[in-house]
T-cell receptor
Framework: RKEVEQDPGPFNVPEGATVAFNCTYSNSASQSFFWYRQDCRKEPKLLMSVYSSGNEDGRFTAQLNRASQYISLLIRDSKLSDSATYLCVRVGDSGYSTLTFGKGTMLLVSP | NAGVTQTPKFQVLKTGQSMTLQCAQDMNHNSMYWYRQDPGMGLRLIYYSASEGTTDKGEVPNGYNVSRLNKREFSLRLESAAPSQTSVYFC???????????????FGAGTRLSVL
């Protein structure tokens, strides 16, 4: 089982829809995660951090489910500009932490 | 407001040629990273430098060397380029001083490399 797994999609949704992605992880000791966003042919950019208590930022909500070892990203009221690939990222546990990136889930929002 | 700057943006090499990809950050970050991104493979860590003066191998280090020139700069060298090294290369940096926020990595715009 890969360390961080995501459904590659694409998820095709109309504007205004609510969409959710999950990301599963294999290391039960994992504590911290990020969601990054990557637009086509651009660099990844941080979307939000995922705290154990969950995290909400406007239309975006991230949750961590330790019992089932997955994190989720919920996007409400989708906009055309939300079309991108969303990368699930696990933060390493050592003192010098590296990040482990999932392969990403593609979202396409249509008019 | 530059953040992480990579040069060049595009490069075409012939098999066996060498080149160095340059990366500089102006955020006073301790750690710097080199990734490659290939279709269907996601981002894979090549090398990283947790602090000035140290470098460590990542997931896919073969065929590459790195130099942490100073706190700002971290270069990636391909000594003898191969077609399998055709990829998009991203440099990133992070503060990495404890706490989740310090692990956030900020990326450069990438270098698109083709090896013929």
């Amino acid at each position: 089982r890969k360390e961080v797994e995501q459904d590659p999609g694409p998820f095709n949704v109309p504007e205004g829809a609510t969409v959710a992605f999950n990301c599963t992880y294999s290391n039960s000791a994992s504590q911290s995660f990020f969601w990054y966003r990557q637009d086509c042919r651009k660099e990844p950019k941080l979307l939000m951090s995922v705290y154990s208590s969950g995290n909400e930022d406007g239309r975006f909500t991230a949750q961590l489910n330790r019992a089932s070892q997955y994190i989720s990203l919920l996007i409400r009221d989708s906009k055309l500009s939300d079309s991108a690939t969303y990368l699930c990222v696990r933060v390493g546990d050592s003192g010098y932490s590296t990040l482990t990136f999932g392969k990403g889930t593609m979202l396409l929002v249509s008019p | 407001n530059a953040g992480v700057t990579q040069t060049p943006k595009f490069q075409v090499l012939k098999t066996g040629q060498s080149m160095t990809l340059q990366c500089a950050q102006d955020m006073n970050h301790n750690s710097m990273y080199w990734y490659r991104q290939d279709p269907g493979m996601g981002l894979r860590l090549i090398y990283y430098s947790a602090s000035e003066g140290t470098t460590d191998k990542g997931e896919v280090p073969n065929g590459y060397n790195v130099s942490r020139l100073n706190k700002r700069e971290f270069s990636l060298r391909l000594e003898s380029a191969a077609p399998s090294q055709t990829s998009v290369y991203f440099c990133a940096s992070s503060e990495l001083a404890g706490g989740l926020a310090k692990n956030i990595q900020y990326f450069g715009a990438g270098t698109r490399l083709s090896v013929l």
